[in-house]
Nanobody
Framework: EVQLVESGGGLVQAGESLRLSCAAS????????IGWFRQAPGKEREGISC????????YYETSVRDRFTISRDIATNTVYLQMNSLEPEDTAVYYC????????????????????????WGQGIQVTVSS
C-alpha cells in the first residue's frame, strides 16, 4: 500500500524559508515519480515540481524554479521541497503525490505534473506566507 505523509508546513513571513517533507512508504524511488502540487484558495491545483528516475531528473514550474529545490533521501524514503524566498502568492495547501513510472503510458512524469494528475496523494499541508 502506498502512503505519502507531508510535514513541515506552517506560517512564515515573506522572504523566509520552509522545507516540506514527504515520507513515502510502499514505493521505491527508482520506480516512481514524486511530485509536489499546490492548491491556493479559489484556484485549480497545479503541479510545481517533480523528481524521478535513477539520476534523478528534476523539474520545476516557472514561478518556483529559482526558489524551490526538490530532493530525495533514498535511505529514509523521503522527498523534500526546500522553499526559499517565499512570497504571499505561495500560500496554498501543498500535496505530495506519486506515480509508478510503468503506469504512465505515453505521458512523461513532467506531463502528468503539468496536468495536475497523479495516482497516489498525501493528505496535504498548509503553507501560509504573510506579507
Amino acid at each position: 500500500e502506498v502512503q505519502l505523509v507531508e510535514s513541515g508546513g506552517g506560517l512564515v513571513q515573506a522572504g523566509e524559508s520552509l522545507r516540506l517533507s514527504c515520507a513515502a512508504s510502499g514505493i521505491t524511488f527508482d520506480d516512481f515519480s514524486i511530485g509536489w502540487f499546490r492548491q491556493a484558495p479559489g484556484k485549480e491545483r497545479e503541479g510545481i515540481s517533480c523528481i524521478y528516475g535513477k539520476k534523478p531528473n528534476t523539474y520545476y514550474e516557472t514561478s518556483v524554479r529559482d526558489r524551490f529545490t526538490i530532493s530525495r533521501d533514498i535511505a529514509t524514503n523521503t522527498v523534500y521541497l526546500q522553499m526559499n524566498s517565499l512570497e504571499p502568492e505561495d500560500t496554498a495547501v501543498y500535496y505530495c503525490a506519486a506515480d509508478a513510472l510503468d503506469s504512465l503510458g505515453p505521458l512523461t512524469p513532467v506531463a502528468r505534473m503539468w496536468r495536475g494528475e497523479a495516482t497516489y496523494w498525501g493528505q496535504g499541508i498548509q503553507v501560509t506566507v504573510s506579507s
